[in-house]
């Protein structure tokens, strides 16, 4: 007998995620994490932003996943009283030539089911932000933002409420397919076996997957570092709204985002890096000044702070195409009872619950 029904490797939010889905099913579940504390990395260094789905190719895992995720982090927030808050966002067009980039947003937005959105002229747009400089701006009503680590915290309480458990510093290290699952050793040659496993790595799930016996390395993707620097605002920002420029071809621009208190910070950018650094060089500040006051031409000088970092597990390369999210079952690499998610990146938080039902689905 197996010591438990499923393993999932990576207690950032969508480990915990998927750990819940099935512990919700009557799995016994276990969850290694190789950090003192659950979603140490990417899951608590991001914008905490729910993303209402615009921005994906339509029929993408991320497109699907956000749209069907979005609904559900909505219901849970309200179910388990999780801060949050529906604020909305504005897209906008600093000037005409953008104009057909956010209407292409606009569009792919409704191929993907979000069928909320308003196009709005730039007095339309001034009239919610004075503040704003902009020529058109699309308005996504159900765009939010969220305490992420109290949603973290929530999939805790409810994992351990259905008998699952969170094994804190304690990596893995290697797993070999056994008759009717996997072994797999563990931080301090701890050794425990498995029905089911779920590399739910995030920034190391390539790393994880070339340790897993059996898998073919033709089916594992090389994951780069995309550092994202932060930046806050040393003073109250003017704007009630998420304020987001066009986007460009590795991220969405230096945007306006908001947390729970009101408090304005300003990114991420893109740094492509070699090692999981999250200091914050201050002189990368100097680049925001100019690509905020196109949208917000009075941010005073001085106005900006070094914040915090985060790293995105990108699958692509900083000259290919942007990537789609990977949800690796046995139909990929031949081995059942084995998931390997790869790439999960924005909106990984989003789409965090529609993920763990993908995966129950692929499992169960």
Not at 124 to 145: D, F, H, N, R
Request: aromatic share 8%; charged share 20%; net charge negative.
């Amino acid at each position: 007998m197996s010591d438990c029904d499923a393993l999932i490797i990576g207690a950032g939010v969508v480990g915990l995620a998927i750990a819940r889905a099935l512990a919700r099913q009557g799995q016994s579940v276990i969850v290694l994490e190789q950090n003192e504390g659950i979603g140490m990395e990417t899951s608590s260094r991001n914008s905490e932003v729910i993303h209402a789905g615009l921005y994906y190719p339509t029929g993408s895992l991320k497109a699907q996943l956000c749209v069907e995720g979005k609904k559900a982090l909505y219901d849970f927030c309200d179910a388990y009283h999780v801060p949050h808050r529906r604020c909305g966002k504005l897209i906008v067009a600093v000037d005409e030539h953008e104009i057909p980039a956010i209407d292409a947003i606009r569009q792919k937005g409704l191929a993907n089911g979000v069928d909320d959105l308003v196009w709005l002229s730039g007095h339309e747009a001034q009239a919610k932000e004075p503040a704003l400089s902009c020529v058109a701006a699309l308005y996504s009503p159900s765009t939010g933002i969220i305490d992420s680590h109290a949603y973290m915290l929530a999939l805790q309480g409810d994992i351990e409420a259905h008998g699952g458990a969170i094994a804190f510093n304690t990596g893995f290290q290697s797993s070999r397919i056994i008759p009717g699952g996997f072994e797999v050793t563990a931080t301090g040659d701890v050794v425990l076996t498995t029905t089911r496993l779920i590399n739910a790595g995030g920034l190391h799930a390539s790393k994880v997957a070339r340790a897993l016996a059996g898998l073919a390395p033709e089916t594992i993707p090389q994951t780069r570092y995309a550092k994202g620097n932060y930046f806050s605002l040393a003073k109250k920002a003017p704007f009630t709204h998420l304020i987001y420029p066009a986007p460009h071809a590795h991220g969405l621009g230096v945007h306006l985002t908001l947390d729970m208190g009101g408090a304005a910070k300003f990114g991420p950018d893109v740094e492509w890096v070699e090692t999981l650094d999250y200091e914050v060089d201050p002189r990368r500040g100097d680049s925001f000044y100019a690509a905020i006051r196109t949208y917000w031409p009075d941010l005073p000088e001085g106005a900006l702070q070094p914040s915090y970092s985060g790293i995105r597990p990108k699958i692509c390369g900083p000259n290919d195409p942007a990537a789609d999210f990977r949800i690796d079952g046995a139909a990929v690499h031949g081995i059942p009872h084995l998931v390997n998610l790869f790439g999960i990146e924005s909106p990984g938080l989003t789409s965090s619950l529609a993920i763990a039902e993908r995966v129950r689905a692929l499992l169960l």
